[in-house]
């Protein structure tokens, strides 16, 4: 693609200085936002680069093991919150990862 541009430049330049029009002026504002969108197009796509997501970022599976144990039951309005509960507490809720 940039040699696709300079090329074009390059004939322009030449076209220019056969026939003195300064049309060259005129076509270096697509031409510059041809470019640009281009350029911004490879940075935030990655074109240039082969990711293959599914593959790189495969994590395989296991089954989930875990216990079924009733642990408390509340029932009717008598307690609104359960024993130990930490909502207020987010110091002890949320421990910071080391």
């Known amino acids: 693609m940039t040699a696709a541009l300079l ?12 026939s003195g029009t300064p049309w060259i002026l005129l076509a270096a504002g697509p031409v510059g936002a ?4 281009w ?7 990655n074109t240039d680069k082969s990711h293959s997501f599914e593959r790189e970022t495969l994590i395989e599976s296991q089954p989930i093991v875990g216990h079924e ?11 609104r ?5 930490n909502v207020s507490k987010h110091r ?3 421990r910071r990862l080391d």
């Not at 350029?39 to 796509?45: H, I």
């Not at 144990?69 to 307690?79: A, L, M, P, Q």
């Open 92 to 94: 002890q809720r949320v």
């Open 39 to 45: 350029g911004l197009f490879r940075y935030y796509r």
């Open 69 to 79: 144990t009733k642990f408390d039951t509340v029932r009717g309005t008598e307690r």
């Open 7 to 18: 090329s074009l430049a390059a004939y322009a330049v030449e076209v220019q200085a056969e």
């Open 81 to 85: 919150e359960v024993s130990g509960n």
């Open 34 to 37: 041809v470019a640009v969108y």
